[in-house]
């Protein structure tokens, strides 16, 4: 395992860099992002006494609760903050964003780059509204305000440009075309508690999977809507965040409030009475809440993650090759 340690900042996000294989970016926020300053590192893995390095960093005014590289340009990426704004960052350049977005009322916990045709991003945020970006434009290209609840993940289909799924604390899955911005196409109602988590799968269309408060993961096939197709449970306390494996198209992690990570094969969970037997490896390295997670697209099994513990923690899983 290689270790950074974001001293003074509690992990919210990390993500591998589309570009490099060895840069990695984290947003952090003092004060477990209850009140007080952001930073955003960029870090260099393969160096450093842990085997990770910082090469760069970036403070804020309030705390960054996620990031996303950009699609199209290797140095930038895309910060959003507790006082609700967007910064998007040129790593070749110090101290300042290139750019600044305000249009929030309130906490934005997410943003997603369009992994399709590469041009927009996407936000969400705690005033229940999600709004699309692109990055040439000063103002927002569209709102949608269908949820009644704290938005907290938003995520563009990797296999069609103009669909978007979001999910809320209001309990419901939502599934949008950016040609249609005034209503979603389609509402789940997809736990019977706050849904934090949401990651699509980038080798089976029509395939997600969303965490709760509830501490599940459901895998869902938007052919079938009534219910998910496979449960996963295991995690002891809400799961925060889970991505799935850009290697396998039937291995995914999550990671929670009880301070774990753990790696499922959905194939194994398929069909099961046992819910819990799909998960193929826990990881105890971390002493507090566990909210972000990237796998390596550059090497097979490899997973960051971040906490509340002040670390990034970077880790093969065994098995998965």
């Not at 990031?67 to 910064?87: C, F, P, R, Y």
Request: charged letters at 20%.
């Amino acid at each position: 395992m290689m270790r950074f340690r974001t001293t003074g900042f509690n992990g919210y996000a990390v993500q591998y860099s589309p570009f490099f294989e060895n840069r990695l970016a984290c947003a952090s926020a003092s004060n477990f992002g209850i009140v007080g300053n952001g930073r955003l590192w960029v870090l260099g893995i393969g160096a450093g006494p842990e085997g990770i390095e910082c090469e760069k960093v970036y403070d804020t005014q309030d705390g960054l609760y996620d990031l996303a590289w950009s699609e199209v340009h290797e140095n930038q990426l895309v910060t959003s903050s507790g006082d609700g704004s967007i910064k998007l960052w040129d790593v070749t350049l110090p101290d300042f964003p290139i750019r600044n977005w305000a249009e929030h009322t309130r906490e934005v916990f997410t943003v997603n780059w369009n992994l399709v045709d590469k041009s927009t991003f996407v936000t969400g945020s705690w005033d229940n509204t999600i709004k699309l970006w692109s990055p040439e434009t000063p103002h927002s290209l569209a709102t949608y305000t269908e949820h009644t609840h704290c938005i907290y993940q938003t995520h563009f289909s990797p296999h069609t440009p103009t669909t978007l799924a979001s999910v809320s604390g209001d309990q419901t899955l939502k599934l949008w075309d950016t040609r249609s911005p005034h209503k979603s196409t389609h509402t789940i109602h997809a736990h019977n508690a706050e849904i934090l988590a949401l990651d699509w799968n980038k080798y089976i269309p029509n395939t997600l999977v969303t965490g709760s408060v509830d501490r599940c993961c459901k895998v869902w096939d938007l052919r079938f809507m009534d219910r998910e197709i496979i449960l996963l449970q295991g995690h002891e306390y809400a799961v925060r965040n889970a991505k799935w494996s850009p290697h396998h198209a039937n291995v995914l992690a999550s990671v929670g409030y009880d301070m774990t990570m753990r790696v499922w094969d959905t194939d194994r969970a398929k069909g099961g009475r046992d819910p819990a037997r799909g998960c193929v490896w826990v990881h105890e390295g971390h002493t507090e809440f566990v909210v972000g997670v990237d796998w390596s697209m550059w090497g097979k099994g490899v997973v960051a993650t971040c906490a509340w513990d002040e670390w990034v923690n970077v880790v093969g899983v065994p098995g998965i090759a």
